[in-house]
T-cell receptor
Framework: GAGVSQSPSNKVTEKGKDVELRCDPI?????LYWYRQSLGQGLEFLIY????????KSGLPSDRFSAERTGGSVSTLTIQRTQQEDSAVYLC????????????FGAGTRLSVL | DQQVKQNSPSLSVQEGRISILNCDYT??????FLWYKKYPAEGPTFLIS?????DKNEDGRFTVFLNKSAKHLSLHIVPSQPGDSAVYFC???????????FGKGTRLSVIA
């Protein structure tokens, strides 16, 4: 499809394990964002990639969280040593550089840490 | 601190009537505001936006009103339809290269 694709759609893991979440943005979109939505909360910004610029990591909650974007396209969000409070829906979005306000979201990855 | 607040977690409206969803913000540097709509198991989708130089923007059944002095915006849906039932997120940003700031959302239920 032509939309933002995220995988897996659901991930169940044990506390202490590492997880990787993947995002395929819309082709041609240079901006890519990661958010998470915990139960009953709004969308919490995590990290933002724009072209070849250094990413804005200001939203990452701890050093257990990291993300990379290879070749200006696919992005992977990695959570090391997962904790129960990491359980949330992780959403990826992409946008055109000149239309940063209109972000197109994937369906998200629901992460459950047991 | 929450810079974008949606104080009503839920709202029920009769089909055909007007739905009014409210949003307040605290950051006076915000100059662009958006509403996103989210169905279960899907990502949010962009609905309508407004720049701070305007006080109203209309798109079909959806109208967003901005009151800068009160730091308040609202989304009006008229007439409301059952397919409008979803969670609506208010979002804002400033003119810099900063990310969108989202509210917690309001769940709208349109009853047939």
């Amino acid at each position: 499809g032509a939309g933002v694709s995220q995988s897996p759609s659901n991930k169940v893991t044990e506390k202490g394990k590492d997880v990787e979440l993947r995002c395929d943005p819309i082709s041609g979109h240079t901006a890519l964002y990661w958010y998470r939505q915990s139960l009953g909360q709004g969308l919490e910004f995590l990290i933002y990639f724009q072209g070849n610029s250094a990413p804005d990591k200001s939203g990452l909650p701890s050093d257990r969280f990291s993300a990379e974007r290879t070749g200006g396209s696919v992005s992977t969000l990695t959570i090391q040593r997962t904790q129960q409070e990491d359980s949330a829906v992780y959403l990826c979005a992409s946008s055109l550089e000149k239309q940063k306000n209109i972000q197109y979201f994937g369906a998200g990855t629901r992460l459950s840490v047991l | 601190d929450q810079q974008v607040k949606q104080n009503s977690p839920s709202l029920s409206v009769q089909e055909g009537r007007i739905s009014i969803l409210n949003c307040d913000y605290t950051n006076s540097m915000f100059d662009y505001f958006l509403w996103y709509k989210k169905y279960p198991a899907e990502g949010p989708t962009f609905l309508i936006s407004i720049s701070s130089i305007k006080d109203k923007n209309e798109d079909g059944r959806f109208t967003v009103f901005l009151n800068k002095s009160a730091k308040h915006l609202s989304l009006h849906i008229v007439p409301s339809q059952p397919g409008d039932s979803a969670v609506y997120f208010c979002a804002a940003r400033d003119s810099g290269n900063t990310p969108l700031v989202f509210g917690k959302g309001t769940r709208l239920s349109v009853i047939a």
